[in-house]
């Protein structure tokens, strides 16, 4: 057996090793700036959106006309279990077939495009849920779990995460971009974050669909998820206007203090129809570097803290509560770990109605 050896001179060994430190260096500075700009961003960089439609249905809320005595004075809302109506953009066929989580979110998506003037089939979307479809990932499991391992095309067919989503955008015949996600109890958070980002950075209006419902057993004692809740906001961005804000903000993003941004257009309400209960509100996002020490929701909420706590979607209740009220407020959601969602909404405008 011969061993061959290869000796390579010092000064080509001396090449490899600077070059390979020169690497490492570039990759370490690389990865600061990543970290300070991802930092800057989270501290400095405000999206800012108007909120132009809102759709709601939960426990003991009906909708978001009658809601919104209750959200300023929640002490008069008695609880009651959430009562999904029939969609009727859904065809008969359809309803038949569609889960309660598609239901939910197509109502309250309907209701939040009302007197918007915004035909859906041209409305980007971005539906988020924690929990998708519970009811139908049990009975898949349980198909599956006997010897014939009989799967119904429908129970696939509503698997997907994006069931709700292909329900919407095929009854309006929308083939307007979609998003669909998941972020466990911060499933709203990132939702309104999505698609407040989609609404500045692409100027156009987006529909934001939030709703989660109960698990069966067993899944419920690992995930209690106490009722039906969804909210739909419709999101539209800001417009052009030379005497809105100063000269060097560019459109739907407000520069912080300390934090540069190279453009030369401002920006200024859109008009929401006369009577829209969310008309002329801006809505400010800020994401925060760090989650709320305490979260004072509940407290705030009163009674309706209980569903603030038993449902994700009903993480979207202190924004609905600021919505239903005529003052400037700022207000801070949790998101993911080590990071919060800082809102800051603006009054309501004195031509709208309540």
Same mark, same amino acid.
């Given at each position: ?29 690389? +990865? ?15 999206? &800012? ?10 426990? =003991? ?27 009727? &953009? ?13 239901? +939910? ?9 009302? =007197? ?95 709703? *989660? ?8 004692? /690992? ?56 008309? =002329? &509100? ?17 407290? +705030? ?15 979207? /209740? ?19 770990? *080590? ?16």
């Amino acid at each position: 057996m011969r061993v061959w050896s290869l000796e390579l001179p010092n000064e080509v060994c001396q090449v490899e090793i600077d070059l390979h430190m020169q690497a490492q260096m570039q990759a370490q500075r690389q +990865a600061q700036m990543q970290d300070q700009v991802r930092a800057q961003v989270k501290a400095q960089a405000q999206l &800012r959106v108007q909120v132009s439609g809102v759709g709601l249905l939960g426990p =003991g809320l009906i909708d978001w006309p009658s809601a919104q005595p209750l959200l300023r004075d929640p002490a008069r809302w008695i609880s009651a279990a959430t009562v999904v109506p029939a969609p009727q &953009r859904l065809p008969a066929t359809e309803r038949r077939r569609a889960g309660t989580v598609v239901k +939910a979110s197509i109502v309250v998506a309907d209701e939040a495009l009302q =007197g918007s003037g915004i035909d859906p089939a041209e409305l980007a979307t971005v539906f988020t849920s924690s929990t998708g479809d519970p009811l139908n990932c049990h009975l898949l499991c349980e198909a599956l779990a006997q010897p014939q391992r009989t799967m119904s095309p429908t129970r696939f067919t509503n698997s997907v995460h994006n069931a709700p989503a292909g329900y919407w955008h095929i009854s309006t015949q929308s083939r307007a971009a979609s998003t669909s996600l998941a972020a466990f109890d911060a499933s709203f958070a990132a939702g309104l974050l999505e698609a407040a980002t989609q609404c500045a950075v692409q100027r156009q209006a987006v529909l934001l669909v939030a709703c *989660d419902v109960p698990y069966p057993e067993p899944l419920h004692s /690992l995930r209690p998820v106490t009722d039906v809740f969804a909210v739909a906001l419709l999101l539209q961005p800001l417009a052009q206007d030379s005497s809105a804000l100063p000269v060097g903000m560019p459109l739907g993003f407000v520069a912080m203090p300390g934090c540069g941004q190279v453009a030369s257009t401002v920006v200024s309400p859109v008009v929401s129809p006369v009577g829209s209960s969310a008309a =002329g &509100r801006i809505l400010a996002l800020t994401i925060a570097a760090e989650a709320p020490a305490q979260d004072a929701a509940p407290a +705030a909420l009163a009674a309706l803290g209980a569903l603030y706590q038993g449902i994700p979607a009903a993480r979207a /209740l202190p924004l609905l509560q600021a919505l239903a009220g005529d003052a400037a407020c700022s207000l801070r959601l949790p998101a993911l770990p *080590d990071m919060g969602l800082q809102l800051s909404l603006s009054a309501r405008p004195q031509h709208a109605a309540p």
